[in-house]
């Protein structure tokens, strides 16, 4: 079985462009997590999906960050603009509700805004 | 303070060692508590939960420490694929009322020959 489906694997881009990250989830989970992930600060939740809806979005920095859920096998987490301080690496994961633990991550977008 | 903690490393150890990483949490009423691995630019990935009784995978053994608030990964005869970085995981709730996962910034293990 396929596992979570992240794309691209590597962005580089320069201030001010506008960045979409794509991710499809495993098929039949309910829930869906973007992450970034730093060296200072590690792994952050930025935002997550129960059956497409946005439950918690509390920990995307600000305005210029974005995330959509359309149907349940598709996400997006979109930065407009992107500044080089978003550079990190960005990953998407899902789970099946209460198995909330049991999270499959996919293998993560290596963002660089130069 | 973090809601966890844990010691970056990184750890160097011999193989065929013992290690052993500990991890605070800051939220007493959280419920579950988790490690995953992370090998290097790698996704992160479960390796075992953690039970208030303390639970045995081979040579992996985690436990928990309530009153205490932390959580303890012990590796026993370390291999060198045991080299990667272990993330402490802790489940709270959110003001939501749903359940999420809140992860450490890992401590980092490195077994040599």
């Known amino acids: 079985d396929a596992g979570v489906i992240q794309s691209p694997r590597h962005e580089v881009t320069e201030m001010g462009q506008e960045v979409t990250l794509r991710c499809k989830p495993i098929s039949g989970h309910n829930s869906l997590f973007w992450y970034r992930q730093t060296m200072m600060r590690g792994l952050e939740l930025l935002i997550y999906f129960n059956n497409n809806v946005p439950i918690d979005d509390s920990g995307m920095p600000e305005d210029r960050f974005s995330a959509k859920m359309p149907n349940a096998s598709f996400s997006t987490l979109k930065i407009q603009p992107s500044e080089p301080r978003d550079s990190a690496v960005y990953f998407c994961?899902?789970?099946?509700?209460?198995?909330?633990?049991?999270?499959?991550f996919g293998p993560g977008t290596r963002l660089t805004v130069t | 303070r973090k809601e966890v903690e844990q010691d970056p490393g990184p750890f160097n150890v011999p193989e065929g060692a013992t290690v052993a990483f500990n991890c605070t949490y800051s939220n007493s009423a959280s419920q579950s508590f988790f490690w995953y691995r992370q090998d290097c630019r790698k996704e992160p990935k479960l390796l075992m939960s953690?039970?208030?009784s303390g639970n045995e995978d081979g040579r992996f053994t985690a436990q928990l420490n309530r009153a205490s608030q932390y959580i303890s990964l012990l590796i026993r005869d370390s291999k060198l694929s045991d080299s990667a970085t272990y993330l402490c995981v802790v489940n709270i709730f959110s003001n939501t009322g749903f359940q999420k996962l809140v992860f450490g910034t890992g401590t980092r293990l490195l077994v040599s020959p």
């Open positions: 953690v039970y208030s």
């Open positions: 994961a899902s789970s099946l509700l209460p198995e909330v633990h049991e999270q499959y």
